[in-house]
């Protein structure tokens, strides 16, 4: 199986991609961050994230999109941004039918570390650890998206026989019956718009 995995952010925004291998163990595939300049208007910067990540969906194809879920913060500027993308890159993935999940900070934490108070070095350090890395990925929004990947792939993945790369795409998808796995209401609905559309 392959998991996208994103720690959304307006200014800056974690994506990192891992495939799934026996006894549990994760490959790297690809990692970064999309950045996007403060001075912008919001419009535009999440113009860009959506841009950026349609990028994403489209060379790597994931199985599932795994989002770190927002909580309340004291800051209602940082909310409100991270908010924004979360549903963009909800929305994105589900437009294409692409199951998403949505894990805590402190379940992401507890999945990687086996404490769900773990600061970000400890998370970093592990993260490196598990993907057999030679550099801890940074800054630390790279990292964490790894994490959320690892953390689904660890607790949350049901989607075991999904095959990762290239030929993989919608159609295939509603073909293999696997269309509606993992999916929430809105997402099957909609997905059998779409499979009734084409007939």
Not at 105 to 132: H, W, Y
Request: charged share 25%; proline share 6%.
């Amino acid at each position: 199986m392959r998991i996208l995995g994103v720690d959304p952010g307006l200014t800056r925004c974690g994506l990192g991609v891992i495939d799934s291998r026996p006894a549990r163990t994760a490959e790297l595939v690809a990692v970064d961050v999309v950045r996007t300049p403060a001075g912008d208007s919001v419009d535009v910067r999440l113009g860009a994230l959506a841009e950026a990540f349609d990028t994403w969906l489209d060379e790597h194809r994931p199985d599932v999109v795994s989002i770190e879920r927002v909580f309340a913060r004291n800051d209602v500027s940082t909310i409100m941004g991270t908010a924004q993308v979360s549903g963009l890159t909800m929305g994105l993935a589900a437009r294409r039918g692409i199951p998403v999940a949505m894990h805590t900070p402190s379940e992401v934490k507890a999945a990687i570390t086996g404490s769900g108070r773990a600061d970000k070095k400890q998370m970093t350090r592990m993260v490196t650890r598990i993907l057999r890395l030679d550099a801890p990925p940074t800054p630390a929004d790279a990292a964490d998206a790894l994490a959320l990947a690892i953390c689904h792939l660890w607790r949350g993945a049901t989607a075991a026989t999904s095959t990762p790369g290239p030929t993989k795409d919608l159609l295939a998808r509603q073909a293999a019956t696997r269309q509606g796995a993992g999916l929430t209401r809105a997402q099957e609905q909609w997905a059998a718009a779409l499979r009734s559309s084409r007939r």
